[in-house]
T-cell receptor
Framework: ELKVEQNPLFLSMQEGKNYTIYCNYS?????LYWYRQDPGKSLESLFV?????AVKQEGRLMASLDTKARLSTLHITAAVHDLSATYFC?????????????FGTGTRLTIIP | DAEITQSPRHKITETGRQVTLACHQT?????MFWYRQDLGHGLRLIHY???????NKGEVSDGYSVSRSNTEDLPLTLESAASSQTSVYFC?????????????FGPGTRLLVL
């Protein structure tokens, strides 16, 4: 059974600081997704990482994937209040063409002015 | 614009009642999924479908059923609602585009079982 673990579960950080959210998973997979969820809202896709060494960046967020270490990171640079949300990673464990995602428990990020 | 909708958005029911949550997508996606979201558990997969007449059990399928009679809809039925099924339910759909298969989520249904 695929296990996906995120840490930290809760993160409170000051504006302007940098931090990293970690996503570890228990089986081989080369497709990993990051989603954002605002309070009371649905999930919004942020990044799709499709191969070892993949790196994607959007604004102050950068995601990377190391399939050998079974680790993905979401790095936040110079945090701003608008980035406050819960971030989920999800791993596809059925391979190409038949997606079935297992989600981490999420990291609730709060940016303090 | 294509979208995915869920109804109702909020539902209060009593223990033992049958409840059906609707999910409708206009992207013509083959793949559809139902998740429940609870504090401390993230999203857990209930049932999923890869096409018409195809349904599969997910991680937490006990007490739930789905049917797929057309591409657009995947209704989720709670056969006999239990308090443990109080949760927020999300429907999602996806389609393979090249190597990428991103899931698009509906707005969610908040269900309270009393």
């Amino acid at each position: 059974e695929l296990k996906v673990e995120q840490n930290p579960l809760f993160l409170s950080m000051q504006e302007g600081k940098n931090y990293t959210i970690y996503c570890n998973y228990s089986t081989t997979s080369d497709r990993l997704y990051w989603y954002r969820q605002d309070p009371g809202k649905s999930l919004e896709s942020l990044f799709v990482l499709l191969s070892n060494g993949a790196v994607k960046q959007e604004g102050r967020l950068m995601a990377s994937l190391d399939t050998k270490a079974r680790l993905s990171t979401l790095h936040i640079t110079a945090a701003v209040h608008d980035l406050s949300a819960t971030y989920f990673c999800a791993v596809d464990d059925l391979g190409f063409g038949n997606e079935k995602l297992t989600f981490g428990t999420g990291t609730r990020l709060t940016i303090i002015p | 614009d294509a979208e995915i909708t869920q109804s109702p958005r909020h539902k209060i029911t009593e223990t033992g009642r049958q409840v059906t949550l609707a999910c409708h997508q206009t992207w013509n996606h083959n793949n559809m999924f139902w998740y429940r979201q609870d504090l401390g558990h993230g999203l857990r997969l209930i049932h999923y479908s890869y096409g018409v007449q195809d349904t599969n059990k997910g991680e937490v399928s006990d007490g739930y059923s789905v049917s797929r009679s057309n591409t657009e809809d995947l209704p989720l039925t709670l056969e006999s609602a239990a308090s443990s099924q109080t949760s927020v339910y999300f429907c999602a759909s996806s389609e393979l585009q090249g190597l990428q298969e991103t899931q698009y989520f509906g707005p969610g249904t908040r269900l309270l079982v009393l």
